[in-house]
C-alpha cells in the first residue's frame, strides 16, 4: 500500500487545503459572487419580466404555459449572466491552478480519483430526474385537457391536485404494464429455472 492509500480521505483533503490556502479563499470569494449575481439576475427578472406583469401579478393570473415559459428564460438568463462568467472563471482558474502544481501532487490527486471512481461505481444510487420527468408529463396532460393557457384561478384547486394524480396514474399504465409483460416473460423464462 502507497503513502497516499494509508491516508484517509478527510486528512487528504485537510492537508491539501492548509496547502492551497489562496486557491481555497479565492474559490470561497468566487462562489460568494456567483451566488450573490444569481440572485441579483433572478430579483432583476422579475421585477422586469413581462411574464408575471413586472413582479405584479397574483397566482391567479398565472398559466401553465407562462410558468413553462418564466422558468426557460430565468434558466437561459442565469445562463448568460452568470453561468457562462462563472464557468470560464473557474474553467480558466482551474486549468492555470492545475499547471502550477508540481508532477508529485498530480499524481496524487489523480490515484485519489481512480480510487473515489471505483468507490463510487459501487455505490451509485441513481439520479433524481422523477420530478422533472412528472412536472414534463403533468404539462403535457393538462395541455391535452385543453387547460394549459388556462389561468389557475379560473379552475379550482382541486382540479390542479386531482390531474397531477391522473397523470401519475397514466405514468403508471403506459411504462407498468409493459415493464410488468417484460418481467413475467423473464421470470417465465430465466428465473423460474433457477
Request: proline share 2%; net charge positive.
Amino acid at each position: 500500500m502507497s503513502e497516499n492509500e494509508e491516508i484517509s480521505d478527510e486528512a487528504f483533503w485537510k492537508g491539501k487545503l492548509r496547502k492551497h490556502k489562496k486557491a481555497l479563499l479565492v474559490m470561497i470569494i468566487a462562489g460568494i459572487c456567483v451566488f450573490v449575481g444569481a440572485l441579483l439576475v433572478l430579483i432583476w427578472f422579475i421585477e422586469t419580466s413581462p411574464l408575471g406583469g413586472q413582479g405584479k401579478w397574483t397566482f391567479n393570473e398565472w398559466t401553465l404555459n407562462y410558468v413553462v415559459g418564466f422558468y426557460i428564460l430565468i434558466i437561459l438568463w442565469e445562463l448568460l449572466f452568470v453561468g457562462v462568467p462563472s464557468g470560464l472563471f473557474f474553467g480558466l482558474g482551474g486549468y492555470l491552478w492545475w499547471r502550477r502544481l508540481p508532477e508529485e501532487e498530480k499524481q496524487e490527486f489523480k490515484d485519489r480519483e481512480k480510487k473515489s471512481k471505483k468507490q463510487k461505481a459501487e455505490t451509485w444510487g441513481g439520479g433524481g430526474g422523477f420530478g422533472f420527468f412528472m412536472f414534463i408529463a403533468y404539462c403535457i396532460y393538462i395541455a391535452v385537457d385543453g387547460n394549459y393557457n388556462a389561468q389557475f384561478g379560473s379552475r379550482s384547486y382541486t382540479y390542479w391536485v386531482a390531474s397531477w394524480f391522473l397523470t401519475f396514474m397514466w405514468i403508471l399504465i403506459i411504462f407498468g404494464i409493459p415493464i410488468g409483460i417484460i418481467l413475467l416473460i423473464v421470470y417465465l423464462t430465466k428465473w423460474r429455472k433457477k
